[in-house]
């Protein structure tokens, strides 16, 4: 199993940053996958989640209305778009892939780091 995640970087705060996580090793199509953060000093925290169809998202109140979660299945490559990005967004974005039979391993990519500042 793969997770390999691209796309972070530095923007100032109002800007815009698109991820992407190229994931291999496991039936993409199949997975529910989702994107989590962790700043300098706190937990690591779940941002959001998609079901393997599209047909369910999730996103954490802090995100509402300024990400969004996608993936593309034929691709095998998840994404998460950020707008209106705030200094505390800044963090390094991982995604997350749980198998779905035991002993249910998770499985994390390296991350990418996402700078907010001015």
């Known amino acids: 199993v793969q997770l390999v995640e691209s796309g972070g970087g530095l923007v100032q705060p109002g800007g815009s940053l698109a991820l992407s996580c190229a994931a291999s090793?496991?039936?993409?199509?199949?997975?529910?996958m989702s994107w989590y953060r962790q700043a300098p000093g706190k937990e690591r925290e779940l941002v959001a989640s998609?079901?393997?169809?599209?047909?369910?998202?999730n996103y954490a109140e802090s995100v509402k209305g300024r990400f969004t979660i996608s993936r593309d299945n034929a691709k095998n490559i998840l994404y998460l778009q950020m707008n209106t990005l705030k200094p505390e967004d800044t963090a390094v974005y991982y995604c997350?892939?749980?198998?779905?039979?035991?002993?249910?391993?998770?499985?994390w990519g390296q991350g990418t780091q996402v700078t907010v500042s001015s």
């Open positions: 997350k892939w749980v198998a779905s039979v035991a002993p249910y391993t998770t499985y």
């Open positions: 090793g496991f039936t993409f199509s199949s997975a529910a």
């Open positions: 998609i079901s393997s169809t599209s047909y369910r998202t």
